[in-house]
DNA sequence: AAGGGCCTCAACCGCTTTAGA
DNA sequence: CTCTAAAGCGGTTGAGGCCCT
């Protein structure tokens, strides 16, 4: 018996998806939950099947995903992880919270890969390609374009000598020190993915703002006040050093944290009811913002 | 300004894995 | 244990934007 197909693809369409679209998926998910994929087009009136609107809720409209690139970090855990899993896209974004598996891959195609192999490393074995014994998994294209790179430098060379692992290391920091852009690119306007409040006791915050420079990031939260949401984000983000805040309603605190991996972050917790000054929101948020780059509003 | 080639990434395709009857 | 449907996964495609000539 030969297998049935995921869905009746005749009228059902293709192609990117449209705003309203996905207004009609988000409010769907957000108020029933991720539950049988086959039923969620008919139930959320999508011409779609039940894969595109997984996909398309997986890979860009989940809530909790990071926008823009990947910052040098989640660059350099991409690499590890690939040299330990290979091409397990899933595996390895499941290290990276809130970044997708496709993303993974279609970073590594388009940025990693071809870093690596500019800098004499065969992105896969990861090994320095002057080591390789052959180079015939590169296709007719690869080859054209590795003919076409410059010799990797005489440090390069060098470290051939060396061992494996110090190989990897080295070109590894080299390449960090490169330096990746790590542009923040916020994708999803926030008018467009706010819903109605379920009238069910759900325990996710939805967050806001009026400008289009920042994340909007759902988080996980029973909080009633920004001090709980706070200490929420505590739980969540180890990492940083947070302050003590207070705890009054109508307090603003700013200042600047330091995580594990040297970067500052300005923070500020607004715990007003009803609106700001900064007109970000009309209830208490949390904000985080790394080099006046990337944003994050954690609202209520 | 035009157009050709290249690059990026959202989305699709088809195979594999998992869950449940 | 077997079969089937659903979900997961990785490879690939192609539209649209960018860059270079």
């Known amino acids: 018996m030969g297998r049935q197909p995921c869905c009746d693809k005749i009228g059902l369409k293709k192609g990117p998806w449209t705003a309203e679209e996905d207004k009609k998926l988000i409010n769907f998910i957000l108020t029933n939950g991720q539950c049988c994929w086959r039923a969620v087009p ?11 609107c997984r996909l398309r809720w997986t890979n860009y409209l989940r809530p909790d995903l990071k926008r823009g690139l990947l910052s040098e970090y989640e660059e350099k855990m991409v690499i590890d992880l690939h040299s330990q899993l290979g091409n397990r896209w899933s595996k390895i974004a499941s290290h990276l919270p809130g970044r997708t598996d496709n993303e993974i891959k279609n970073h590594w195609n388009t940025h990693i890969k071809k870093k690596l192999k500019k800098m ?10 002057s080591q390789s014994s052959d180079n015939t998994h590169l296709s007719d294209k690869d080859k054209k374009q590795s003919s076409q790179t410059p010799s990797p430098p ?11 692992t110090e190989i990897i290391e080295t070109n590894i920091s080299d390449l960090i020190m490169d330096g990746f852009c790590t542009e923040e690119v916020p994708l999803v306007e926030p008018h467009e993915i706010l819903v109605p409040c379920a009238s069910s006791s759900s325990t996710t ?22 001090a709980n949401l706070l200490q929420d984000l505590m739980n969540e983000f180890p990492e940083f ?3 003590n805040i207070c705890e009054e309603n109508g307090i603003v605190e700013e200042g600047l944290l330091e995580d594990d991996f040297g ?10 009811e009803g609106g700001n000054a900064n007109n970000i929101g009309n209830d208490p948020f949390v904000g985080l913002e790394l080099d006046n780059s990337q944003s994050w509003v954690y609202g209520l």
Do not use: M
């Open 42 to 52: 008919k139930l959320a009136g999508l011409l779609r099947c039940g894969k595109s």
């Open 120 to 129: 004499g490393i065969d992105p896969q074995t990861h090994k320095s390609i």
């Open 154 to 164: 005489k440090e390069h060379k060098k470290e051939a000598a060396g061992s494996e």
């Open 205 to 226: 915050s939805t967050s806001y703002s009026s400008s289009s420079s920042y994340s909007y990031s759902s988080f996980s939260s029973n909080s009633e006040s920004a």
């Open 241 to 243: 050093e947070w302050p």
């Open 263 to 272: 970067s500052s972050w300005d923070f500020v917790v607004n715990n007003y």
